[in-house]
């Protein structure tokens, strides 16, 4: 498989990966595609066998070093930690798919919260003048979106975990 | 240093919270770009020295970036529906295609389409910018007045493609133009870029183009459908801005909607026709414009917007924005399109009956 079609398959993963590291959207969209462009150049460097994901995070974890524009980066020192402790399971494909099931279940407000935040792109300040609410209250809102969609990814995830001990059982 | 004043964790957070909701609440305002000077030192600080807080920004982290993965699949079931074959084909979407799907669909791809410029475009498109048509089955918790159902802020690939007519439903055509940042003195209206215009013709073309222009298609059935059949009034609006230059007479933008029954396949080259036919055909067509002058202040955005209420009989919608200027050298007006900037355009759903989902 070619690497271009690796970077497809795990794009959600790495922009995972990439927001994380770099805060804001625009950074890690232009992380993205910078490292698009490395995993295409460096393509003869990637040996099949070995994992993708890893090898092309490690390419992100360098873009983001390099990326200054972001109004607020975390220092090398930061960074290089949290890329030493990233759990692949974190983001995984299942979890995207049992994420977007969760979303469906949030409640109207919580919902629109995500909308204009995640869709959107607005800022909490932006929502907050959208919705005339506080900051503070959309900022909750938001924790309490994102908690609620924690709990029930994870929840999910226990249960497929069991049903599979279940069935191999 | 905050103060409890702008401090919007303390603001947002219980009296006294535990450690562990403290650094959560840390975590997600990093994300959403909110922490004061001494919290985000603070928030570095617990990620060097705590394995377990390097543990839980990830856990948080996983769903910060993934929702938004989310919410692109979920809330543009067109944008992400449009297979990214080629930038120039003409598509009229669909329903929603799983991630899984869209790997499986390139992986079916000739080689030569997976060109590198395709793939930074579409990939870019379809799942990182996402900005398409929004699904208004998910809009329970909008206000029907106004729903927002496609944003171009020109943040990411593909810029509009080159072409003489509007063609595409899945991008932005039309003449030659550019993304840029901060240019002359022009700031983006929203985000890091935004589009100029360079010239009134497509790239690597001539002809003396009246004014310069960008423009798409959007299918009705689809925003019918999810709007539970009926669909009444619709209002696209863009920003402009025109660059401080002495001797020009009036830059003015503008932007036009039609609500139309001919396919684009169908589209002819003299397609502003299409406003005179709307006179004639109000059960299947309706077409509104506005034009504005720009002042010459670098540093101010207007908002310019149309609004039609669309007939039963229309299927599509063309959005379309254009600009121009007129430069005067000494002797004469000369016709020229740079220095205008177009950024932030949004098609809303101003007035629709729009049942609430199931829940």
């Known amino acids: 498989m070619l690497v271009q079609q690796l970077f497809v398959r795990y794009a959600p993963q790495l922009r995972a990966y990439a927001l994380a590291l770099a805060g804001e959207f625009a950074a890690a969209d232009d992380v993205i595609q910078e490292t698009f462009l490395t995993v295409t150049t460096k393509a003869a460097d990637f040996q099949p066998e070995t994992n993708f994901l890893a090898?092309?995070?490690?390419?992100?974890?360098?873009?983001?070093?390099?990326?200054?524009?972001?109004?607020?980066?975390?220092?090398p020192a930061v960074i290089d930690s949290l890329?030493?402790?990233?759990?692949?399971?974190?983001?995984?494909?299942?979890?995207?798919?049992?994420?977007?099931?969760?979303?469906?279940?949030?409640?109207?407000?919580?919902?629109?919260?995500?909308?204009?935040?995640?869709?959107s792109e607005h800022g909490p300040s932006e929502i907050a003048q959208l919705l005339g609410r506080t900051v503070a209250g959309v900022n909750n809102g938001l924790l309490k979106a994102r908690n609620a969609i924690r709990d029930c990814v994870a929840k999910k995830l226990a249960a497929g975990s069991d049903g599979r001990m279940e069935a191999t059982g | 240093m905050s103060t409890p004043q702008d401090d919007p964790i303390n603001e947002a957070a219980p009296p006294t919270p535990s450690m562990a909701d403290r650094r959560e609440m840390l975590i997600d305002s990093w994300f959403d770009g909110m922490l004061a000077d001494d919290q985000f030192a603070e928030l570095e600080t617990s990620l060097i020295e705590s394995s377990e807080a390097r543990q839980e920004f990830w856990e948080r982290a996983s769903v910060h970036g993934l929702l938004r993965e989310a919410a692109k699949l979920q809330f543009s079931s067109v944008g992400v529906a449009t297979p990214p074959v080629n930038p120039a084909a003409t598509s009229s979407g669909g329903d929603g295609m799983?991630?899984?799907?869209?790997?499986?669909?390139?992986?079916?791809?000739?080689?030569?389409?997976?060109?590198?410029?395709?793939?930074?475009?579409?990939?870019?498109?379809?799942?990182?910018?996402?900005?398409?048509?929004?699904?208004?089955?998910?809009?329970?918790?909008v206000k029907?007045?106004?729903?927002?159902?496609?944003?171009?802020?020109?943040?990411t690939p593909p810029p509009p493609a080159q072409n003489f007519q509007p063609q595409h439903f899945d991008l932005w055509g039309g003449d030659e133009t550019e993304v840029?940042?901060?240019?002359?003195?022009?700031?983006?209206?929203?985000?890091?870029?935004?589009?100029?215009?360079?010239?009134?013709?497509?790239?690597?073309?001539?002809?003396e183009g009246v004014?310069?222009?960008?423009?798409?298609?959007?299918?009705?059935?689809?925003?019918?459908a999810s709007a539970g059949g009926r669909l009444d009034r619709v209002e696209l609006s863009a920003f402009f801005n025109a660059a401080q230059t002495g001797d020009v007479v009036k830059p003015f933008g503008g932007v036009s909607l039609i609500a139309t029954d001919t396919h684009p396949r169908d589209f002819r080259r003299d397609w502003r026709a299409q406003f005179a036919a709307a006179a004639k055909q109000p059960a299947s067509m309706a077409a509104s414009e506005?034009?504005?002058?720009?002042?010459?202040?670098s540093r101010t955005w207007q908002r310019l917007s149309a609004t039609v209420d669309v007939p039963e009989g229309a299927r599509y919608l063309v959005l379309h924005c254009f600009t121009e200027r007129w430069r005067n050298d000494g002797e004469?007006?000369?016709?020229?399109?740079?220095?205008?900037?177009?950024?932030?355009?949004?098609?809303?759903?101003?007035?629709?009956?729009i049942p609430r989902p199931p829940r």
């Open chain 2, 211 to 224: 004014v310069a222009e960008i423009w798409r298609f959007v299918d009705l059935t689809e925003l019918r």
């Open chain 2, 98 to 141: 799983s991630l899984a799907a869209f790997a499986a669909a390139w992986c079916e791809l000739p080689l030569v389409v997976r060109r590198i410029v395709v793939v930074v475009g579409w990939l870019a498109a379809v799942l990182v910018a996402s900005r398409g048509i929004a699904s208004l089955t998910l809009a329970g918790g």
């Open chain 1, 55 to 75: 090898w092309s995070c490690a390419i992100v974890r360098l873009k983001v070093l390099e990326n200054q524009r972001a109004s607020r980066r975390f220092s």
């Open chain 2, 290 to 297: 506005i034009r504005q002058d720009l002042d010459s202040d």
């Open chain 2, 180 to 207: 840029v940042g901060v240019t002359d003195g022009v700031v983006p209206h929203g985000g890091a870029r935004m589009l100029t215009f360079v010239s009134g013709h497509p790239r690597d073309t001539f002809y």
């Open chain 2, 332 to 353: 004469r007006l000369v016709w020229e399109s740079m220095g205008q900037y177009v950024d932030d355009i949004r098609l809303e759903v101003v007035r629709a009956a």
């Open chain 1, 83 to 119: 890329a030493a402790s990233a759990s692949p399971d974190l983001l995984r494909e299942e979890r995207l798919t049992l994420l977007m099931a969760c979303m469906d279940a949030l409640p109207p407000k919580a919902l629109e919260l995500v909308r204009l935040r995640y869709f």
């Open chain 2, 144 to 155: 029907p007045a106004a729903i927002v159902v496609h944003e171009e802020g020109f943040e």
